[in-house]
């Protein structure tokens, strides 16, 4: 094992680890969660995996709410005398330890009864005696072991939550039904004209009619409702010939073996339901970790500390938060409304509304907005609005938040179904007047042969078992698309919008240029040795960018914060910071973030600093720009223009100081135009873009942690394979007309058994599974040669 | 009577058993997380071991 790597966390140590039982820890936190795990007797934790903890994180005070009996009551799934159960969600739930020391909550805290873990949700189940102990306890305990709950203002409004388990019921009433049907009509496919076969024929005819009740009336029932509703809106959608095809299959099978014409066609049915689930079911690919209807509300706090006027401090939920309330926010708190500064050093980090990772330093008497997280230790400010009438907060309130993307958009299959359901009327109707001329005996039998065999269960399952398979390869390439109806929007796209900050720049690192006199070798190392010892972010990445020097001890040094440092070495006096705090004589409108250096008061020159674009964003423009119209739509100012125009294509739009409603609006403008538009966003200021759009992809540094509502989220390291993520889109939809192809071959087959009339439930027993199977596998083999291209 | 009414619903009683079984299963959400079992399965081990060790422990620390 690697000496210099936290035995807990698996972070490098650096040069002076903390030692402990001849264990290295990167911080003292590491080594207390060991600690606790050692004297309790679950170090087994770090047998399972190595390094498997996270650090843990200051939280004094964070939790102080959860002690206020409205809260609880909403954040627990149940409670009584003595009990109560409450489900947490962990982010940092990622392997086998995880589990294992979760499940053994109670060693370290015997008040707890049960835990258990949920991993594919990242989800603990805590049920504990709270009249010795209490939710926030339990809270604090998971915090000091490095499983920070993540606890947000939507918890408090979702409530207990259901699910919906409806498809599997029906989709086992249909399997139950289909196993047992197939058992009872196979004697009479092979044992024709059999005496015992002949004396209890009918008890097995009625047996299969009984069975296959629950199917028809229970697991088929979408179908009708579905094409029902299709045919009010004067839609032909692909269940109207299903409906029609289970209907005649059932009403002719009841009336054949009530009759004793023949033995019916329960099993076809049985099994054209049972596929046609199992398509449905396939095709939900769900990734339960994820959650593509975030709003603001998964961001905020529940509560926060509200100041009152004789100085007490006292606990509030965020929506009693009225105007001219006096809050503290602590350090790393989410600030939940838009309000002024009043006391403290906020340093805000906005990368949630805005992707930019750099923090804003503000003063007493700066607004500060809604969704910028502190930084800097405690500050005290003083809402100015209401939480739902904050900046960012009023951008839910747009009517696209509302809007269901699914309603007037007709999928492939529906597209297709229109004149395959009119032509199979024709055919029908055409046949029986024919036959009733020819042989009027046959006519009934032809019309409804005709509607059985075409009942287009091939068509109906083309579409969910390739868009399922779709799924599934992107996921495996985490690229995480919400529904199958994604997918096909994917492939109709022509025009592609790109945020700026936090997309196509990453907010890792950044470019500095140094413009200005020429600094002397001395003068070089006392600035880089000067920018060590501060901590101001843009310090932190320009000694990350200066190249390696000798490391000196400096005479003086003095932060000055907001404005900049001064420092003394030998005679040399350098003062690094704003252009003001230097004293810059040429004061410019220059937009970019720079910092300026002087040294013994004689101005040198500055750094400016550059985004630095993801890597292969310009081949992926390079790629996109013969296919699609680009846009670049930016909430920033327009500093960065003059780099965008070299690095990207010439016909590449760019757009700059948008609010988030403008890009809502600029793509609700082009869309009226016609055209087709995918968003790629990560900031809650896309929120508004990202749902107004055809398709909207979130990009996202870590899927866990942060992602506004969308319709796909993709993982930041794939960005420069979004191309061969439409094109594979189009392919799908390739795949799936060639599939219709296949089972138009298929219906010709059973429209010939149909129309002479010589269709037997052993035809269509056979050619409807066939059909079926036959479809599955094709689209299943062309979506994984598809997903190896991918690769 | 004939053996084959006996026969028959015996079978269909029998696939009823397993589908109420699977209805149960459903019902008590054990489709619902199809992944953490199989990990938790194989702790069990680990957890025997250490129940000596345990006691041992609470004795210490009262």
């Known amino acids: ?791 | 009577m004939s053996v084959i009414y006996i026969l028959l619903s015996i079978s269909i009683l029998v696939a009823i058993i397993f589908f109420i079984a699977f209805i149960v299963a459903v019902r008590s959400g054990q489709f619902d997380d199809s992944y953490t079992p199989s990990v938790r399965m194989l702790f069990e081990d680990e957890l025997v071991k250490e129940k000596p060790k345990t006691t041992n422990k609470t004795n210490k620390t009262n």
């Open chain 1, 1 to 791: 094992m690697e000496n210099n790597t936290c035995f807990h966390c698996g972070d490098d140590c650096g040069h002076h680890p903390i030692e402990f039982q001849d264990k290295h820890f990167c911080c003292n936190g590491c080594k207390t969660v060991f600690e606790i795990f050692n004297e309790n007797d679950l170090t087994c934790y770090y047998d399972l995996e190595n390094s498997p903890g996270a650090v843990p994180k200051e939280i004094e005070g964070k939790y102080d709410f959860l002690i206020q009996e409205n809260i609880i009551e909403k954040l627990t799934e149940f409670r009584d005398e003595t009990i109560e159960i409450a489900t947490l969600y962990i982010p940092h739930i990622h392997c086998s330890s995880c589990i294992w020391i979760l499940e053994n909550l109670n060693k370290l805290n015997p008040n707890i009864t049960d835990s258990q873990v949920n991993f594919g949700k990242k989800t603990v189940r805590v049920t504990y005696k709270h009249d010795t102990t209490n939710l926030k306890s339990v809270v604090l305990l998971l915090s000091s072991i490095g499983y920070e709950p993540y606890i947000s203002l939507d918890d408090f409004n979702s409530g207990k939550k259901q699910i919906n388990r409806a498809l599997i019921y029906k989709l086992g009433v249909a399997g139950f039904g289909f196993g047992n049907i197939m058992f009872l009509s196979f004697p009479e496919y092979f044992e024709v004209n059999e005496f015992w076969l002949d004396q209890y024929k009918f008890f097995f005819r009625w047996l299969m009619f009984a069975l296959s009740l629950p199917i028809v009336f229970y697991s088929a029932q979408d179908y009708f409702i579905s094409a029902l509703k299709g045919l009010r809106a004067k839609i032909l959608n692909i269940d109207v010939p299903i409906a029609l095809g289970i209907t005649v299959l059932f009403v002719r099978s009841t009336i054949e073996i009530s009759l004793n014409i023949g033995s019916g066609f329960f099993d076809s049915l049985a099994g054209l339901i049972f596929f046609l689930l199992t398509g449905k079911f396939f095709q939900q690919k769900t990734y339960e970790f994820l959650s593509f209807e975030r709003d603001y509300k998964s961001y905020f706090p529940i509560a926060v500390t509200k100041i009152d006027k004789e100085g007490h401090e006292d606990t509030i939920q965020v929506y009693d938060i009225e105007k001219g309330d006096r809050i503290l926010i602590r350090n790393e708190e989410l600030i939940p409304i838009d309000g002024i500064l009043i006391n403290g050093k906020a340093k805000i980090d906005y990368s949630f509304v805005t992707g930019e990772s750099q923090t804003v330093t503000k003063q007493s008497g700066d607004k500060l907005f809604a969704g910028g997280k502190q930084t800097n230790g405690v500050i005290e400010m003083e809402a100015l609005k209401s939480v739902e009438q904050s900046y960012l907060t009023q951008l839910w309130s747009n009517d696209v938040f509302n809007k269901n993307k699914e309603e007037g958009f007709t999928n492939i299959t529906n597209t297709i179904s229109k004149y395959f359901t009119i032509s199979i009327l024709t055919i029908s109707l055409i046949a029986t007047v024919f036959w009733l001329f020819v042989d009027s005996s046959k006519a009934m039998n032809v019309f409804t042969a005709v509607l059985i065999i075409a009942c287009p269960c091939a068509i109906a399952l083309s579409a969910p078992f390739t868009f399922g398979n779709m799924l599934r390869i992107f996921g495996k390439q985490k690229f995480y698309v919400k529904n199958a109806s994604v997918i096909e929007k994917l492939a109709q796209i022509n025009t592609v919008i790109f945020d700026k900050t936090g997309t196509i720049t990453s907010n890792k690192q950044s470019n500095a240029e140094y413009d200005g006199e020429l600094l002397s070798e001395a003068e070089n190392l006392v600035l880089k040795n000067s920018l060590r010892g501060s901590n101001h972010p843009l310090s932190r990445t320009l000694y990350s960018i200066l190249k390696e020097n000798n490391i000196i001890t400096l005479d003086a040094f003095e932060e000055h914060i907001g404005k900049g440092i001064e420092v003394k070495h030998d005679a040399l006096n350098m003062k690094i910071g704003s252009s003001s705090f230097v004293g810059n004589p040429n004061k410019s409108a220059i937009l970019n973030t720079t910092v300026h250096v002087s040294t013994n008061n004689v101005y040198k020159g500055k750094f400016t600093f550059y985004n630095s674009y993801r890597k292969g964003v310009s081949k992926l423009f390079n790629k996109l720009k013969k296919h699609y119209d680009l846009v670049i739509l930016s909430g920033d100012n327009e500093g960065e223009r003059e780099n965008l125009t070299k690095l990207l294509p010439a016909k590449t739009k760019l757009i700059f100081n948008q609010k988030p409603e403008d890009k809502l609006d600029f793509i609700k403008y082009h869309q009226t135009e016609g055209a087709k538009v995918l968003m790629i966003g990560d900031g809650l200021n896309d929120a508004g873009a990202l749902a107004q759009s055809d398709v909207g992809i979130a990009l996202s540094e870590d899927v866990n942690v942060f992602s506004p509502a969308c319709d796909a989220i993709l993982d930041a390291s794939k960005f420069k394979q979004l191309f061969s993520f439409i094109s594979a889109s189009k392919s799908a939809i390739k795949i799936i007309k060639w599939s219709f192809v296949l089972s138009f071959f298929y219906n010709t087959i059973g429209l010939y058994f149909a129309i002479t009339g010589q269709l037997e439930p052993v035809v269509a027993a056979i050619l409807m599974p066939l059909s079926s199977i036959s479809i599955v596998i094709f689209t299943t083999i062309a979506t994984n040669i598809l997903g190896k291209r991918l690769e």
